[in-house]
Each structure stands twice: as C-alpha cells, then as structure tokens.
C-alpha cells in the first residue's frame, strides 16, 4: 500500500474501464540507443531500425481516477531478458495520477494539457505544455480485430532520477481495431517534440489500433540494478 497526497493506494492498482488509441514507427536506431543511454537498456530492432510507440489512452473507471494520458515509448529489452517498453514521456491531466504515477512506479509523468476528440472516424490528441504544442497524434479507423491479448503481460520500464524500474503491466483489451498506417503525427516547437525529431519523426506509421475497451492491472515497481 501507498500514501499518496493524503490517501491510500492499494496494489495492484487495477483500471476497469479506459480505451486507447496507438501506432507504432520504426525509428532511428542509432538515435534511440542514446535516448536509452545509461539505462541498461537496449533499443529492439526490426530490419536495422528500432520500434517507437506512441499511443493515447482515456482512463474511466480506475482506482486512480478519470484522466488522459499521452505515452511516449521505445520498444527495448535488457540483456537476458525479454522485449519490454521503456516509457520515456507520459503526461497526464490530472493531479493525483501525476503525483502517484511518479512515486509509486517513478513514470515520468508531468501535467499537460490533452485534449482526445473524434476526427472523423478516428480520434485525435493534443499534447500541450505551457501553452505550447509539443504532439498531436491521430489515429484513423481500422478494421476489427481479434482480442487475443487478453491477460498479456508487459514489463514497463521508466527512469526518474537516476532510477530504473521495472513493472508488471497486465492488459485485457476488447473491441479492437487496427490496421497497418493508419497514423499521423504532427510535432510543435517544445524540447520533447525535438527528441521525437531526433528519432527521426513525424514518419509513416507501421501499424495502428484503437482499443474500445481495455482492462488493465499495475503491480508494484521493482529497482533495476
């Protein structure tokens, strides 16, 4: 258990109504590797390039509380281990999920201004920081897809001050779509859009989905030495 801003947050930590919206893009590998830097982290590669994940999610129903989230991640393993995500940027819009995404698993969460609307038969996001736009990511419609993750577990892994972190992450999804592209990017003026840049975005995006219904679990954070 957790204190948290003057109230307790039990473990695991479970969402029982979001939806999301994401695509991949290959990337710079180069570029990533020194993003990854002093992680003990390596970039996965797919034909010499490596894999970025950007994805928006609407959280309903959670023990957190509703908010949105922007995440900005690489795809990347540690060695002997298996493929993870490492969640470089995650802003969110609402306090408490900032001050406990931060303490509990240390994801470098920070609040912005995100805005999810529907845009045609798809849905967008806007990323704002100070009234500056630093992502707008849009995210067409696709075709149904199967629901066979259910029960996946992923290791999140995050950096904050000095700190590497592994968490368990549990995904149930539902009512899924995707199809290959299916994404644009449009990047604004701030820092974090110029680390997109050097990974060689905006770029065609290998493949996009929407989740109408996601499920999710957190467990505790484990250090990383």
């Known amino acids: 258990m957790h204190a948290v ?12 109504r979001a939806d999301a919206c994401s695509a991949m893009f290959a990337v710079d590998a180069a570029a990533a590797r020194r993003l990854l830097a002093d992680r003990g982290l390596e970039p996965v590669q797919l034909a010499g390039r490596a894999i970025c994940s950007m994805a928006f999610v609407r959280y309903v129903d959670g023990d957190l509380g509703p908010y949105h989230e922007f995440a900005f991640a690489l795809l990347a393993r540690r060695p002997g281990h298996g493929v993870g995500a490492y969640i470089h940027w995650l802003p969110v819009n609402q306090s408490f999920t900032c001050a406990a995404g931060r303490q ?48 996946a577990s992923v290791d999140a892994y995050t950096s904050l001050e000095g700190v590497l972190r592994r968490t368990p992450w549990v995904m ?3 009512a899924v779509r995707g199809r290959p592209g299916g994404a644009r990017i449009q990047l604004g003026d701030h820092p974090v859009a110029d680390e997109m840049r050097a990974l060689g975005l905006p770029g065609r995006a290998l493949f996009s989905t929407r989740i109408g219904l996601l499920r999710m679990r957190f467990e505790d954070a484990q250090e990383v030495s």
Do not use: Q, Y
């Not at 801003?5 to 029982?16: A, D, F, N, Q």
């Not at 920070?110 to 849905?123: P, S, V, Y």
């Not at 996001?125 to 990511?137: F, G, H, M, S, T």
């Open 5 to 16: 801003l003057g109230e307790k947050v039990r473990m695991p930590v479970e969402i029982r």
């Open 104 to 151: 509990i698993w240390g994801f470098p969460k920070e609040l912005a201004d995100i805005r999810i609307t529907r845009a045609g038969l798809g849905h967008r996001c806007e990323v704002r920081l100070e009234d500056r736009l630093v992502v707008a990511l849009r995210v067409g419609a696709g075709i149904p897809l199967p629901s066979g993750l259910g029960g």
């Open 172 to 174: 149930n999804p539902g």
